[in-house]
């Protein structure tokens, strides 16, 4: 049996959401413009973000203060404006702006150069097709769940970083909505968390952004007919959305049942999760340029 969890922080994402879900609502445009969607993908990069820079959390406007080789320009004041009073930063506002739902789009950023308006940095995708590689990106091919998860298993036990993935139709439910209290900075351990559900739910445009930051592997036999069986993950799902495009109020003080941790951390069965992956770029994680 190996367990592992690594120190990520569920963070919520702030616009819209991937589903058509009454209480979730969608940016709506004017002049009969389509929904703008949630800023998933903007929140599970900024968790990724802030796993790199994990052993010094400072305090700061900006998702990229001192994690790693980030700390440069992007870490800066900047004013795209050109108003020099007001200062502005990387964060998941203007990622999503970036990104815009667009796991292309990430990598692209990612990859480029800092000269070049990017992170300087690397990362690896796995699909369960082939994909020409964007710049500096890695693209692996897993054609089924089982080398799937073993993709998982190599990047949470072997490397220790945490990773997107990008599911479609299918969303993460709590058992219930009553939820034990928590220690806001110190989850249970996994094995404590109430177990989740995946339902099917349709999803919008490019899917539905998660974060895996741990497993539950119960090592079976060789020969065991379902490598799969009994295999848990530990999910940071940005959804529930705070939904600041229809409830701007929400900036200075958003409800409780929308920050709480233990509404964003899901323990799920993996085949189940699995069942419910994108073919294109499932999972995506960030590698320091060599």
């Not at 080789?69 to 004013?79: D, F, M, P, V, Y």
């Not at 970036?98 to 995708?125: H, K, N, P, W």
């Not at 590689?133 to 080398?147: L, P």
Request: net charge negative; aromatic share 8%; proline share 8%.
């Amino acid at each position: 049996m190996r367990t592992i969890e690594l120190d990520v922080r569920p963070i919520p994402q702030l616009y819209g959401s991937s589903y058509s879900n009454p209480h979730e609502g969608q940016i709506i445009r004017y002049f009969n413009s389509p929904k703008l969607f949630g800023s998933c993908l903007s929140a599970s990069l900024e968790m990724l973000i802030d796993y790199i820079r994990r052993d010094d959390r400072t305090p700061g406007y900006s998702s990229f203060k001192n994690a790693g080789k980030l700390q440069s320009k992007l870490t800066r004041q900047g004013h795209p404006n050109g108003d020099k009073t007001v200062h502005l930063m990387w964060n998941q506002a203007t990622l999503h702006n970036t990104i815009y739902g667009s796991s292309q789009a990430l990598v692209d950023l990612v990859g480029l150069d800092c000269v070049e308006g990017g992170f300087g940095m690397r990362t690896t995708s796995v699909s369960k097709v082939k994909l020409p590689e964007a710049k500096n990106e890695t693209c692996e091919v897993a054609t089924d769940d089982v080398k799937l998860l073993q993709f998982i298993k190599d990047t949470l036990f072997q490397r220790k970083q945490p990773m997107i993935a990008l599911i479609e139709n299918g969303q993460l439910m709590p058992p219930s909505q009553e939820f034990p209290s928590w220690d806001r900075n110190r989850r249970p351990p996994m094995r404590e968390l109430p177990e989740s559900k995946m339902i099917d739910k349709e999803t919008k445009q490019f899917g539905h952004a998660v974060v895996i930051a741990g497993i539950f592997d119960p090592i079976q036999p060789i020969n065991h007919a379902h490598p799969i069986d009994e295999v848990e993950l530990l999910i940071l799902d940005p959804s529930p959305s705070i939904e600041l495009e229809n409830n701007p109020e929400r900036f200075y003080n958003p409800p409780s049942c929308l920050t709480d941790p233990a509404f964003h951390v899901h323990r799920i069965d993996a085949a189940s999760f699995l069942g419910k992956i994108q073919p294109e770029r499932s999972l995506i994680w960030i590698n320091e340029r060599e």
